[in-house]
């Protein structure tokens, strides 16, 4: 009986976000991607919002770490739409005796946005019984046709990622489910959740002919099947062994929990796109990889619906709950 008042509750909290764009959506044209377009100025705009407790702790994040993850959801969402993150709108409530946090967190998200060129140009404050801190960022002009959208997969694409997701729901149970692992997956996966590691991509996006792209915020499965859902199409998943080696060989006794940990992992913050993968030439792929960057080719666009998968039955798995900083699976 507790499980499955457990299992209502998770997807009551699933469902709202959901709902809660669809009551807007009805009468506009620019919400559905992972940000608005605004036509008249022809700017990307996302905003992100992150709650003490429900999206981290004092107890384990520092205030560099708060300001980069408030930062990095928001940035990553413009670029992998295409944009470049230039404006900044940010709004934070906090208790009084939470003052010179508060601050410290401001001036390391000052510090970031100057570093990424974007000028932060108004906000508010409040008072609240948590700290809670909302970020709103706009691009610089952009064509509307130059937009990247989550439902414009086309027959024939492959389909792309950067290389290495999972650590940061590895982190996350190392933390706080006190999971053992060696210590030199610990220290990655534990910075990958604390302080998500960050890619600059915009530049080598805009070079690339990409049909559909979306962050990976919520998990790499919730984003295949959005993008499947939305360009009405069947994704055929494949290569997943090779998305993160270091785990993959940790995990080789139970590579369930491996499918797990790289398909449900949330806070990712890196995109799955899809392409025509003769455009993807070794000169573009030498520029990813002066960034860091490796691609993996995991699959590719068929005609049909959903996402299917030989390795491993998809259907079982569960995406990141925002509302509660963890992990269904």
């Not at 959903?306 to 509660?324: M, P, R, V, Y």
Request: with cysteine; hydrophobic share 35%; proline share 2%.
């Amino acid at each position: 009986m507790r499980m499955n008042w457990k299992k209502e509750i998770f997807n009551l909290f699933m469902g709202i976000e959901s709902d809660v764009i669809k009551v807007f959506s009805k009468n506009s044209s620019i919400i559905g991607d992972d940000c608005a377009y605004l036509r008249k100025t022809k700017q990307l705009i996302s905003t992100d919002t992150i709650v003490e407790n429900i999206h981290f702790s004092f107890r384990y994040f520092n205030d560099k770490q708060i300001a980069h993850r408030l930062i990095v959801s928001n940035y990553s969402d413009i670029q992998s739409s295409g944009g470049i993150p230039r404006f900044g709108l940010l709004n934070i409530s906090f208790p009084k005796n939470k003052k010179k946090v508060t601050l410290s967190i401001c001036n390391q998200i000052n510090l970031l946005s100057k570093k990424l060129n974007i000028e932060i140009i108004g906000g508010d404050t409040s008072s609240s019984e948590n700290f809670v801190a909302s970020l709103t960022l706009i691009s610089d002009k952009i064509d509307q046709k130059d937009i990247i959208r989550r439902s414009s997969a086309k027959i024939g694409d492959s389909i792309f990622i950067f290389q290495n997701l999972g650590f940061s729901k590895l982190g996350y149970l190392s933390i706080n489910k006190k999971i053992k692992l060696p210590n030199q997956i610990k220290d990655k996966s534990h910075k990958q959740f604390l302080e998500p590691k960050f890619h600059k991509y915009h530049d080598v996006f805009q070079k690339l002919k990409i049909n559909s792209s979306m962050d990976i915020s919520d998990s790499l499965i919730d984003c295949l099947n959005i993008i499947a859902n939305q360009s009405k199409k069947k994704l055929i998943i494949k290569n997943l062994d090779l998305v993160n080696p270091k785990i993959y060989k940790l995990f080789q006794k139970n590579i369930s929990l491996y499918f797990k940990l790289i398909l449900t992992s949330g806070e990712e913050y890196t995109p799955v796109f899809t392409m025509n993968k003769k455009f993807l030439t070794s000169k573009l792929l030498t520029l990813f990889k002066r960034k860091k960057i490796n691609i993996i080719e995991i699959g590719e666009v068929t005609k049909g619906r959903g996402i299917e998968c030989n390795q491993i039955d998809l259907k079982s798995f569960s995406t990141f709950d925002h509302f509660k900083n963890s992990y269904s699976n």
